[in-house]
């Protein structure tokens, strides 16, 4: 079936650095990727998407790339802040049923 | 406006007890969902509403009723649950169910934690 790997954390990094979470997944056709993020205490808020291959999603500085050929969706910032500091989670979408499938999920602190 | 809106924010009740919980959105969506979401863990599918019908129910134990009473409105009924109910209960919501290009929203969820 569908699924989702997403790297595990935690992830430490200092402000100001390069992050990068690694996110591949199997699914059969052509599904939805996305990008959530939850923030401590709080629901998810969608951080970003793309929908086909070589769709580039992005937004408040993070990027990720649907590559068909890797089957991936690495999440990318180039400079993290403090306020980062949250839960990341993959997820695939699409399917005939409507449901999100999700990565573990990763957590990210950033310290100042 | 891609907000859905969830109450109560937090939730404690005793396992004899009867609650609900609710959730709004106005964006037109016809698809709204359930989601349990454990600490440390990935959220859960519970249920999907599609038109205000049920469309999917992920084997949900019985003590977990939810109802569609209009296209904005989705409420789960709790009666009898156990302490490992608790949990953070998330509701979305999407255009339609299905298809490759459906965003789902979240709302904040309701904390709930069962004595």
């Known amino acids: 079936g569908d699924s989702v790997t997403q790297m595990e954390g935690p992830v430490t990094l200092s402000e100001e650095a390069f992050l990068t979470i690694n996110c591949t997944y199997t699914a059969t056709g052509y599904p939805s990727l996305f990008w959530y993020v939850q923030y401590p205490g709080e629901g998810l808020q969608l951080l970003l998407k793309a929908t086909k291959a070589d769709d580039k999603g992005s937004n408040k500085g993070f990027e990720a790339t649907y590559r068909k050929e890797t089957t991936s969706f690495h999440l990318e910032k180039g400079s993290v802040q403090v306020s980062d500091s949250a839960v990341y989670f993959c997820?695939?979408?699409?399917?005939?049923?409507?449901?999100?499938?999700f990565g573990k999920g990763t957590k990210l602190s950033v310290k100042p | 406006d891609t907000e859905v809106t969830q109450t109560p924010k937090h939730l404690v009740m005793g396992m004899t007890n009867k609650k609900s919980l609710k959730c709004e959105q106005h964006m037109g969506h016809r698809a709204m969902y359930w989601y349990k979401q454990k600490a440390k863990k990935p959220p859960e599918l519970m249920f999907v509403y599609s038109y205000e019908k049920l469309s999917i129910n992920e084997s949900v134990p019985s003590r977990f009723s939810p109802e569609c009473p209009n296209s904005s409105l989705l409420n789960l009924h709790l009666h009898a649950l156990q302490p490992e109910d608790s949990a953070l209960y998330l509701c979305?919501?999407?255009?339609?169910?299905?298809?490759?290009?459906?965003?789902?929203?979240f709302g904040p969820g309701t904390r709930l934690t069962v004595l």
């Open positions: 997820a695939l979408g699409g399917g005939s049923q409507g449901n999100l499938i």
């Open positions: 979305a919501s999407s255009p339609m169910v299905g298809g490759s290009t459906d965003t789902q929203y």
